[in-house]
């Protein structure tokens, strides 16, 4: 698979959240799927820079194609950074999903995975999300005729250790319904996923289900937990 992993690399806020956590996530993802044999290119955007001068950055990233021969197309598009009910750390927004699309279609395989290690993206006022960043997303991709399907992750948290992720399904024809919990809160395999995930951010070696569960399906993670 072609692999373009976004990141953000300033810090805000008088936090550390670039440097401790957007930036060395990345890599770790990055690492990790190029040890899989995936092309990969990591790329960092200035996330301090005003909003149109981020999009058109990223933007430019995106144009790119992959490194392999730079005519290719994506077929995984990660993002980490911070995220609300109504847009990305990259600039993009739900008013300007139009321009998103017009810059990332022409990139996108027909089939894609678009982890967004990002906070509240998939919060929505309507039924599973409906109507937030990620389902808008999923909508106007779907609408352009591509398949696949977006994680993101519905609260605040860390951005690879937060367990409230929905998964928002693309068909290729059109909008959907808000998503689908990747685990569900009160399910019987709950507390492992959690367990797992903090496991994962504060102990080194305690596994990849993190970086791995946008590529299973909803059975093989739960397989995974009860394993």
């Not at 936090?15 to 960092?44: C, I, S, W, Y």
């Not at 981020?54 to 995220?83: I, K, S, Y």
């Not at 398949?147 to 992720?165: F, M, R």
């Not at 959907?176 to 019987?188: F, I, K, N």
Request: proline fraction near 7%; glycine fraction near 14%.
């Amino acid at each position: 698979m072609n692999v373009l992993v976004l990141h953000a690399t300033k810090n805000t806020g008088g936090k550390k959240d670039a440097t401790h956590v957007f930036v060395p996530e990345a890599a770790r993802f990055a690492a990790h799927m190029v040890a899989q044999g995936h092309e990969v290119m990591l790329r960092g955007f200035d996330n301090l820079l005003p909003p149109p001068r981020r999009r058109a950055e990223v933007e430019q990233v995106m144009n790119l194609g992959p490194a392999r021969d730079g005519l290719g197309t994506w077929d995984v598009v990660a993002f980490f950074g911070h995220g609300t009910r109504r847009g990305i750390q990259t600039g993009h927004n739900v008013a300007t999903l139009p321009r998103l699309l017009r810059a990332l279609r022409p990139r996108l395989s027909g089939r894609v995975v678009m982890p967004l290690y990002a906070c509240s993206t998939a919060g929505g006022a309507g039924p599973g999300g409906d109507g937030g960043f990620a389902d808008r997303l999923r909508d106007v991709l779907s609408e352009a005729g591509v398949t696949g399907h977006i994680d993101a992750h519905t609260v605040l948290g860390h951005s690879t250790a937060n367990p409230y992720v929905r998964r928002f399904y693309l068909d290729g024809q059109g909008a959907g319904l808000g998503g689908d919990w990747v685990v569900a809160p009160g399910s019987p395999n709950w507390r492992p996923w959690v367990r797992q995930l903090h496991a994962e951010r504060d102990e080194p070696g305690a596994g990849t289900l993190r970086f791995d569960f946008p590529f299973m399906t909803l059975p093989e993670v739960d397989a995974a937990l009860e394993g």
